[in-house]
């Protein structure tokens, strides 16, 4: 069956240290286009700082972001899938989050009608917004913006990942059977959405309920934890070089890594490749 979606994360896959595409990945991209096979974008990122990004390589469909809690078409505003954390849970979090034997190694983000807002602006803060371009509110108490309702991720930043790596087997035990999905997109960034935000399930309506594809008819490409899922549902899930094992060993296939352009190669391999049945 010959692939007709191709599905592509962003950070640590087609961004790398640049923070932008390299032009010979735009290119393999476009080449895949004008094939007719279409191609979306599928981030942990926010909505609005992925958008440069679906605009360079001219994506026609709607973006998948906040890791699966919002899909959204940029060019309509339509919102076709969003699932934001019900305020007790995230109310819950927050109060894990900031214990005091936690809460001077961690900056926390929420995320609220594509909004960022932190407690206070911090280095790390103003590293987060060079890099995705988010304008960060100062908001002191953010049990104020989280009891408006409609979160649709909380983050938890530290270079210190050993403790990332604890907070994750603790929040994962202490939230156990509740509306959460609890990931990493790097080994210091915590994320937390609800339970059917995932990039897999955001995958599985974008395929099969807006295009009416089956998933042996989807190629994903990613990097990280929080690609897990949409690899697995792809028909074809690959993962990047650069990923860690635990994620490469859930693919079908493993690429370079991002900053040799592993994207275009498997792009070149699976769906330009005539000689290749699976294109």
Known sequence: MSIKLVVLDIDGTIAGVSNQINPSVVKTIHQVQSRGIQVALATGRMFSSALRFHQTIQSTLPLISYNGALTKHPHTGAVLREKPLPPAIALEILDHFERPELEPHLDIHCYYNDQLHVRHITPETHVYMERSGAMAQASGDLRSIIELGSTTKMLAISR??????????????????????????????????HAEATKGLALQHLAEDVLGLDPQEVLAIGDNFNDVEMLKYAGVGVAMGNAPPEVQKVADWVTADVEADGVSQALARFCLDSTLALC
């Open 160 to 193: 210190n990942a050993p403790l990332m790596a604890q907070l994750m087997a603790e929040m994962g035990q202490k939230l156990q059977g509740q509306a959460v999905h609890l990931t990493q997109s790097t080994e210091i960034y915590f994320e937390v959405t």
